[in-house]
């Protein structure tokens, strides 16, 4: 069965550093998302994709995130100068059409420190 | 943001037994839930979805009930297995006015099943 892929699985880092988190959605999806889950919250959105550019994004999805698709296979997450409250797990999510269910990747666990 | 809320943060049951997981929201322009399932270190996973225009949807023993003038939907599970042990969240559809939908999710419920 298709499904998501992110790597890594963990990422530690330093605070003021630059973080690139990969994803892979499945192959045939359209739409492509991030999501994060701070410890002990809930998920949360952080900004849409689709037809290669950004449809929309969150408050928290500051001048220091950006996405980009690099090439028809990938789908990555650049957080440009982590800080300590960056730390949770971010999780790629993808839909075959912006009706459709979601699915979900494994998560990458940032550590900032 | 509490536009979607479990305020159920546990449940425990028999295996065997009915599971019923309860779901409220505020916002009546919500047009899709969806219910995920998920284990420690891993992704939701995604379970069974309504649309706004239904009341039930069925896929094996997974039920999603919605009540709409009540702004309640529930995910039932019969029978519960022991590996139907995880966190479920209930996620609701928003439009964002553009191409793309976001999804909203609730705070979960851990459900335990009990051999």
């Known amino acids: 069965e298709p499904e998501v892929t992110q790597t890594p699985s963990h990422q530690v880092t330093q605070m003021g550093q630059e973080v690139i988190l990969r994803c892979v959605p499945i192959?045939?999806?359209?739409?492509f998302y991030w999501y994060r889950q701070i410890l002990g919250q809930k998920v949360e959105f952080l900004v849409s994709?689709?037809?290669?550019?950004?449809?929309?994004k969150s408050e928290i999805f500051d001048d220091q995130f950006s996405v980009e698709r690099p090439d028809g296979s990938n789908f990555t997450l650049k957080i440009r100068s982590t800080k300590l409250e960056d730390s949770a797990m971010y999780f790629c999510?993808?839909?075959?059409?912006?009706?459709?269910?979601?699915?979900f990747g494994p998560g990458t666990r940032l550590t900032v420190t | 943001d509490q536009q979607v809320k479990q305020n159920s943060p546990s449940l425990s049951v028999q295996e065997g037994r009915i599971s019923i997981l309860n779901c409220d929201y505020t916002?009546?322009?919500?047009?899709?839930f969806l219910w995920y399932k998920k284990y420690p270190a891993e992704g939701p996973t995604f379970l069974i979805s309504?649309?706004?225009?239904?009341d039930k949807n069925e896929d094996g023993r997974f039920t999603v009930f919605l009540n709409k003038s009540a702004k309640h939907l529930s995910l039932h599970i019969v029978p519960s297995q022991p590996g139907d042990s995880a966190v479920y969240f209930c996620?609701?559809?928003?439009?964002?006015?553009?191409?793309?939908?976001?999804?909203?999710f609730g705070t979960g419920t851990l459900l335990a099943v009990q051999p």
């Open positions: 192959s045939n999806h359209l739409y």
């Open positions: 309504i649309s706004s225009i239904k």
């Open positions: 999510a993808s839909s075959y059409d912006r009706d459709y269910e979601q699915y």
């Open positions: 996620a609701a559809s928003a439009p964002l006015g553009g191409a793309t939908n976001k999804l909203i």
């Open positions: 916002n009546s322009m919500f047009d899709y």
């Open positions: 994709f689709y037809n290669n550019e950004i449809s929309e």
